[in-house]
């Protein structure tokens, strides 16, 4: 079978499924979007949006994109001239999608640790106008670093350098400053970053010319994505979609129907993405802490809430946690009942009850494969991030134990039951199978687990500020609730405790 590359792709192979191939007039586009990562979230959502508009003659620009490490798919974007097909599968207004899509939005792939003085010559270029980056929700981070270095360490170092080599380039023209769109789920993305850069110029003694520079001409906005893109699917699904297409794709995308990209920003911001106006779910405001709160909390507060219950359970993928009436019910019951009413912002019921539909929906979409232990990938920072101030603003509310968030909460301390092999890694067992934890806190909790009991264990991971910003044993009742549904977890198990979770709920409605 063939690879995917421009050379198929002007052939354009027959298949049994259709496909919606590039004209040769794309390739043409000039680079005007550098961007930090080659990740699943990015191709699915930023990089296919781009390529939408290119596609109807608006923006017309290609990406230029940075990996931080040699090997892995950068070679496989050098295989495909940088095409890959987003296999679209979902539920649109009721009516099932199926679109299979070659985008040609990347032009190239450099590497940062053997390609840096290319990444600074493209930081010279006059086609230049956006920065996109995903480096997942620790890549902002500040490091006191030299930015001359060849690359710097971080995210925000790697920007700055980006951004002072075009100044110099430019003379401090304040017309050739950059949009910079950062898409980590964090809040404040864009304001966090450009505080971490202002520090990071600062720091290095660029000078105050530069800084005015960086603060006058450039646009760091605070974005919000929304796309379910777990990525390459299994190797079944995988054989049947190649096949269906008719060649080979190593960086094959699957993607649900449902996409936003809320940006916020004025007009300049406007004006430089004007892919907005073409691509569908891309939505620009002066402000977007709705769309962020809505998206944070119910959705991926409810994923982080739910993945060590559904795995305990036995449930590999999000959509067999729908299939499992106590889970599906569970699942529903978190979202609209404890984390909808807990939300830190003002929020029409009845809108977020219809966000909330939507994204059970989302859940039951029979087409994707969205893991649970993909989903777990640093649950201890998700937790404390997307779940906590919705926690403490529900007891503000109520006074009272969400009885949901705290059987979650429960099953999670269970999930983290482990034997450390790594700094961040440790192996944990469940249902007689053993599964691998991928966060930085792994180390502590197999420390706890190793010299405490239940009862003490829960205290103490509650009561520590380090891991949620506030001691949560100060909240009434829920640490002795925890408590008590993980004691229940480790005597009858996952699916005996949740049974008997809405046995009880059902004797107390009556």
Known sequence: MDTLNRQLASAMPSSTAPVSWPTPGLFALPEKVLQFGTGVLLRGLPDFMIDEANRRGVFNGRIVVVKSTDGGDATAFERQDGLYTVCIRGVDDGHPVEENVVCSSISRVLSAKSQWAEV???????DLQVVISNTTEVG??????????????????????????????????????????????????????????????????????????????????????????????????????????????????????????????????????????????????????????LKLRLLNGTHTLSFALAHLVGCVTVREALENENLARFIHNLMLADLLPGIPYA???????RFGMQVLDRFRN???????????????????????????????????????????????????????????????????????????????????WAKLLPEELTAAALRNTALWGHDLTRLPGFADKVSQYLNQLLEEGAPATLAAFFTKKSALAN
Request: aromatic residues 10%.
């Open 347 to 353: 929020v029409d019921e009845k809108v977020g009850q």
């Open 120 to 126: 600074l010559k493209f930081a010279t270029s006059p």
């Open 140 to 293: 902002i981070q500040l490091v006191n670093e030299d930015i001359h270095l060849t690359p710097p360490t971080s995210f925000p170092g790697k920007l700055l350098a980006v951004l002072y080599a075009r100044f110099v380039a430019f003379e401090g023209d304040v017309n050739c400053g950059l949009v910079v769109v950062p898409t980590e789920l964090i809040p404040e993305n864009g304001r966090k970053l450009e505080a971490i850069v202002l520090e990071l110029a600062h720091r290095n003694d660029l000078g105050s010319a530069f800084i005015d520079w960086l603060e006058s001409a450039n646009h760091f906005c605070n974005t919000l994505v929304d796309r379910i893109v777990p990525g390459k699917p299994d190797a079944a699904t995988y054989a049947r979609l190649q096949a269906d297409l008719g060649y080979q794709d190593e960086l094959l995308t699957v993607a649900e129907a449902y996409a936003l990209w809320a940006i916020e920003g004025g007009e300049r911001v406007r004006e430089v993405l004007s892919f907005h106006t073409v691509a569908k779910g891309v939505v620009i405001r002066p402000d977007i802490t709705l769309f962020r709160e």
């Open 366 to 448: 029979p087409y994707l494969e969205h893991r649970w232990l993909a989903i777990a990938m640093q649950g201890t920072m998700k937790m404390q991030m997307r779940n906590v101030p919705t926690l403490l603003h529900y007891y503000q509310q109520h006074e009272a134990v969400p009885h949901y968030v705290a059987l979650g909460f429960a099953a999670y301390l269970l999930f983290m039951r482990n034997t450390a092999t790594g700094a961040s890694t440790g192996q944990g067992e469940a249902n007689g199978q053993s599964y691998l934890i991928q966060d930085d806190r792994a180390g502590y909790f197999a420390d706890l």
